[in-house]
């Protein structure tokens, strides 16, 4: 019995002085976080500017290791907004310049809208022509325009409608910026065509009106006639504007 009740002391003192020894480490490791903290904060405070340089290389981090890809927003400052037609294989340079002639707008950045273009329809499936002749139908390329019903920007996208789509970008402001406004009508068009089993001519017009459209106003045949003549210019044709 004697023998038990020594061995049970001894197990309590060991015991303690472990728990003892586990609170010390604890206490100085958060006390020592703790100090790390402050210095920071108080830094920051200090130099405000530093905290813009630790969050821009912490996204950069990110972005560099594609980590939360489909969440971060995108650093459009490091998006070319304009490229070089002699940069683009020839039939889509020959579809840019087509277009910046008849819409009066800069060679440079419909080349970039092209080039987009090309990479949303293997995404999509969708002919990058027909995305270009939405985008020329709905806003002349004119990236800042704005319906009476509140459309908005390249592709005419109901921003109040579709905000969601642009949280990933950065917000409902980057309605305005011509790549991603494409990007998010692409997604809209996709989904409404498959809302209609397929139909790009019906999935066209749900994207015009909704549910409540019942006459588009000629709107599918000029958007197809469009794309019509994108076709003939990228296989090397000489096509009227008209």
Known sequence: ???SCTWCQHLRVMLKDVGRGFFIITHSSLAMLGVGVSVVVLTLVIRPGLWDAVQEQGLQWFRDRQVLVSWWPENTAERAVAVELKDLPPDQA??????????RVAPEPLAAL????QVLSKSSKLSPNLIMAVAAIESNFHPYVQSAVGAQGLMQVMTRIHEHKYAKYGGRMAAFDPVINMRVGVAVLL????LKGGSVEDGLKFYLGGYDLTEDGGYVAKVMAEKERLDQVAAGKTVPFQ
């Open 191 to 194: 989904e409404v065509i498959r």
């Open 1 to 3: 019995m004697t023998a």
């Open 94 to 103: 020959a579809v840019a310049q087509w277009l910046a002639n008849k819409y």
């Open 114 to 117: 092209v080039a987009e273009a």
